[in-house]
């Protein structure tokens, strides 16, 4: 099985709010956008977005140019279904985003939570950070959360990395200037809780 079959599965057999990175509102994303995007017209893309509530709440928040991009359709088509007629406002793209083909030097916003840390191979890690360093502006931002050094050693039933902030940090080298990090305990649905740490990076 490859990695689309795994995650149209995952999508395919829990309901949105049963996967264990849910939550209704991705407040510590939501807080960093908001330092990020400097006006309501800022072009942020949402990696791994999936059936996120990220995307909803941004919309109502007034953002213009939003962009989900997600490896598995049956996640986007989730997210569509639920926002409704609002969903032609956004770009959506089902695509690995080692893999995907984004504009170059348009983003202001680079937000991701869970998905780097699934990237187990140095050579997928280059092929992501490449993608970032093309698709956003210089002076662009960069928020990435991963599970942090405490968080599980699986997820989904595949092997992640589990990052501290200097880890991840050194991940992308000297172009981007760590700004600010942060570790936060999230509650999955089952109960029980997982490290994520969060990176806030400018892109010089």
């Known amino acids: ?49 999936g059936e996120s509530t990220l995307v909803d709440d941004l ?47 348009y983003f202001d916003v680079w937000h991701d939570r869970a998905v780097f840390h699934f990237l187990t191979e140095e050579a997928q890690r280059a092929r992501y950070v490449e993608q970032v360093m093309r698709s956003v502006k210089h002076g662009g931002y960069v928020i990435m959360s991963t599970f942090g050094p405490e968080g599980p050693e699986k997820c989904s039933g595949l092997d992640v990395v589990r990052y501290d902030s ?22 999955t649905p089952m109960g029980t809780t997982q490290q994520f740490l969060y990176c806030f990076c400018r892109m010089e």
């Open 1 to 49: 099985m490859n990695k689309k079959e795994h995650w149209e599965k995952v999508y395919g057999d829990k309901a949105p709010d049963a996967v264990s990175w849910y939550a209704p509102h991705l407040d510590t994303s939501l807080s960093l956008i908001h330092q990020a995007a400097h006006s309501k017209d800022a072009v942020i893309i949402d990696i791994g977005g």
């Open 59 to 105: 919309l109502s928040e007034g953002y213009e140019d939003i962009s989900v991009l997600d490896i598995s359709q049956k996640a986007i088509d989730v997210a569509r279904d639920r926002i409704g007629k609002r969903a032609v406002q956004v770009h959506w793209y089902c695509a690995d985003i080692t893999q995907a083909t984004l504009p170059q030097g």
């Open 166 to 187: 200097e880890n991840l940090h050194g991940q992308f080298g000297k172009t981007f200037k760590l700004i600010d990090s942060s570790t936060e305990l999230h509650q």
